[in-house]
Structure formats: C-alpha cells, structure tokens
C-alpha cells in the first residue's frame, strides 16, 4: 500500500466532514444551543479542518491508485470519520466517554443507528444535527462523494468506488465512474428533500424532518426523539417513513431509472421482486401472529407489522412499537429479515438480498441435482445464468458471514446478561440494523454496554457497511508487502 495517496485522500475526507461540522455549529447559533455546544462544535470543526488541510497539504502530488491503495483508503477513512467524527460528541460534553463517543459516531457513519444516548430531547440541536449528517454522510458513502469530485484532484475514482460500494455489483449508470457517483449521490439528496417536504406536511418542524429524511435514506434510523418515530404518533409520518424506507432498500440504479421514467424497472429486476416478495410475506405472517395476541385491533396489527418489517429489512432501525413484546414466531422473523438486509446497491445493509437468493437457488440446485444427477442445471436470475465464479464469491461471503456472527457472538456472552442479547446485538451491528432484542431491543439502547463490548460491536459496524472483505484485506499481513 502506497500511504502518501492513501493520507493525501484521507485528508480530504476530513475536510469535507470538517466543513460539515462547522455547518451544524451554524445550526447551533440559530438554534441558540448552550454555549458550551457552539464552543464544542467550532472547536471540532476546528480541529478536524486542520487536521485534514495539514495532511493534505504535506502529502499533495499526483497520485495513481492501486486496488490495494482502494482497499486502503476506504478503510482508514471510515476509520478517520469515526473518529474525527466523535469529537463534536465529546467537546460538546454529549457523551463523555471516548469508546461510547465513537461507537455513537461509527453507528452513524456505517448507518447502523445504535445509540448510546437514553434523553435525546436534552441533547442541542446541533449535536442532534452532526448526528443525523453522520447518516446523511454515511448513507451514499462519504468516499463515494469524494469519488464525484477526485477528477479535480486529478485522481481517478475507481479502485476506491470498487472498495467502497456495498453489495455483489456495481451498477455504473455511465462510463465514467465520477458521473456515477453524481448522480447516485443525486438521486440520493432529491429523495432526502422529497422525504423531508412530506414530512414537514405531516406536522413535523424542518429540523426533525431533515433529521428524519437523512436518517431514512441512509437506512440509518438515528431519531430526534427518544421514543424514536413512535413520538409523533402519526399513521402519515408512518407512512410516508416506510415508503422512503423501501425506496432506500433498493437499488438506486432502479430509482435513478425509474426517476427517469421507466417504473416498470422495478418488476423487471429479479432481485427487486425477491426482497418485494420476502418483505410481503414476512409483513403478512407477523400481521396474523400479531394479531389479537398483542394488539386487539387489525388495523393496529397492520400499521405496526408493515411499518417494523420494513425497518428492520431495510436494516433502518426505526421504531413504533416494542418489538421484544411480539411473539417468538415474530421475532424469528425479524431476526431473519436482519439477515437478509435491502438490496445490493441500495444504503440498506445485512447480506443483500441478491446474495440470499443465489444462495437459495443453488440449494434447490443442489436437491435437483441430489435427485438427478445427470441432469444439466444452472443457476439463473430471471433468464440470465449465474456465472459460477459469481456463485463461488456470493457462498464464501455467506459462510463469511456466518462465521463472524457465530464468534461475534460468542464473544459478546461476555459481555451480556443473556444469549439473546448477545445474538442479535451482533447481527444488529454486523447488519447495520441498530436494535435488537432483549438488553438492545427497541426500547433499550446501547449505554449500558461494558465498554470492551462496545468497541467490539464499533468493529462490527465497520465490518458490516464495508461488507467484510475490504477490512479483513487490509489486516492480512500480505495486504502490507510490497
């Protein structure tokens, strides 16, 4: 790895996440927020533009990238916004701990959504606001913006985009990988204004509409309110939520298209119908599990089904409703769907659902073929085989991903009351999803976590958003020879 371009690069992130703080101590001033949260956020805007202008400056030259320096960059990047990005947190005096300060700035960024914080509505709105943009931030990646704007730098953008982007394929929607970072960051900023419009039509103030409109789009799930959504008690901010939820468990190349006038793409694409199907069919069997066992009204069992299994599919973490309370047939499910996750190429998080269904389609190949086996059969997507190279990488990663969430939560029995906990407070990290059950459910939070667990779960976030193989890449003693 080639550190100069790798600290050239990291430089400029933090200049732009500096820029981004020193917006949100604008919002403070408006806001009139304590002295000391104006103070703390300037000082960390502060700290983080110099930083960055510093590095950058005594690194700056052409630079070629290597897939290696890809790998490199991404990875010490999240690394540098999460912690660069705590400091408003712990200048501001919000949270006081530097490993909960983190963990709280890496769920943002990786938009997982678990927090720390127990009183949101005592915290000043231009924390609440640095908050949010760690989603806004993190949704799209931050590095993927950066992408947009590195032919300035005179530095192509692929090695990092390649690195960067989640899920099995990487839609490019032009030649050039700079103007298709544009324009998903594009489609990204419209649909988060859209949101926020109907939002604030809802009754809500433009601030928490913002807040609500990044924290959704990035699949984040970061709330104003302690009570998170179920504080408006409202069937249209509901609504609208989970349609903006939806939109963001898909891929945005099927928005951008469908912005552009072809809906139908939508239902033409095999991986869309699957996670449309999955999401139908989980939603419908928590409404009848649901139903009269907890909620005496169906339209109460519809409006809390739909609105949770979204979230939790989407990997968005918001909540009306304490889940924990549901059946266990109910919170099987929700467990399930945290694995799943969206849609490669959408913010969302977990496996993907294109993974899920290869997987699932070379296990009926393999039955088929158990049964016949001289019978030629080859996995597909709609009509299109499945490469087998693709089917290779899609089972490494599954097993992957399997094997870090069974030691992960191995690991985190010490650090838990109860199995439970320990369970899904990993897959709701590895997944990016926030809540879980039992000590981490919905009505809970992360605070009370010993702080080795949550450095490990931060760990977690960041193996989650970057899809495992980036990081692991650069903690192979190979990844450092020349």
């Known amino acids: 790895m080639n550190v100069r371009p790798v600290l050239q690069l990291v430089a400029f992130m933090l200049m732009v996440l500096g820029l981004a703080i020193g917006l949100c101590d604008g919002v403070a001033w408006y806001y009139n927020d304590p002295w000391s949260a104006r103070i703390g956020l300037l000082a960390s805007a502060g700290i983080v533009m110099a930083v960055g202008l510093i590095t950058f400056v005594l690194t700056r ?3 070629e990238l290597s897939r290696r320096d890809g790998f490199g960059i991404v990875t010490f990047g999240w690394l540098a916004a999460a912690l660069f990005g705590s400091l408003p947190f712990i200048l501001t005096g919000v949270i006081t701990d530097p490993v909960a300060a983190v963990f709280e700035t890496m769920s943002g960024f990786t938009t997982t959504g678990a927090s720390v914080l127990s009183d949101l509505e005592a915290v000043p709105r231009g924390v ?10 993190g949704g799209m990646g931050v ?10 730098l005179g530095v192509g953008g692929m090695q990092i985009y390649r690195a960067e982007m989640p899920g099995p394929s990487k839609d490019r929607l032009t030649p050039r990988i700079a103007t298709t970072a544009k324009l998903l960051w594009g489609v990204y900023v419209l649909l988060c204004v859209a949101e926020a419009g109907l939002l604030r039509l809802g ?4 601030f928490d509409s913002f807040c609500h409109a990044f924290a959704t789009m990035a699949t984040g799930g970061f709330s104003t309110r302690t009570a998170s959504v179920a504080a408006y008690n409202s069937a249209y901010i509901e609504t609208v939520i989970i349609v903006f939820m939806f939109l963001a468990g898909t891929n945005f190349a099927l928005n951008f298209r469908a912005l552009r006038g072809k809906p139908l793409c939508y239902f033409r694409d095999p991986e869309f119908r699957f996670y449309l199907g999955a999401w139908l069919t989980a939603t419908v069997v928590i409404i009848l599990n649901i139903y ?5 009204s169906l339209g109460h069992s519809i409006r809390a089904a739909f ?15 304490d889940f924990d309370r549901w059946p266990g047939a109910s919170k099987v499910i929700l467990v399930l769907l945290m694995f799943v996750g969206g849609c490669a190429g959408s913010t969302g998080g977990g496996m993907k659902s294109i993974r899920v269904f290869v997987v699932l389609k070379k296990v009926l190949r393999e039955i088929r073929l158990f049964m016949q086996p001289q019978a030629v059969v080859k996995v597909k997507i709609g ?6 190279e693709v089917i290779s990488h899609i089972s490494a990663f599954f097993i992957l991903f399997l094997l870090v969430f069974a030691a992960g939560t191995l690991i985190m029995t010490f650090f838990t009351p109860d199995l439970q906990t320990a369970l899904t407070s990993v897959i709701a990290t590895l997944g990016n999803i926030g809540p879980g059950l039992g000590g981490v459910g919905a009505v809970q939070n992360y605070g009370a976590m010993p702080a080795g667990g949550k450095a490990f779960l931060t760990l977690l976030m960041l193996l989650g958003r970057l899809e495992l193989y980036t990081v692991v890449i650069v903690l192979l003693p190979s990844f450092w020879k020349k």
């Open 61 to 63: 030259g052409s630079v």
């Open 128 to 137: 609440l606001f640095w908050r949010a943009m760690t989603h806004f931030f």
């Open 143 to 152: 590095l993927v913006l950066c992408v947009a704007i590195l032919p300035f």
């Open 203 to 206: 009754g809500m103030d433009w």
């Open 292 to 296: 009269r066992t907890v909620y005496p």
């Open 307 to 321: 609105f949770q299994s979204t979230s939790i599919m989407t990997t968005t973490g918001f909540c009306t409703e």
């Open 383 to 388: 009509n299109e085989p499945v490469p087998q």
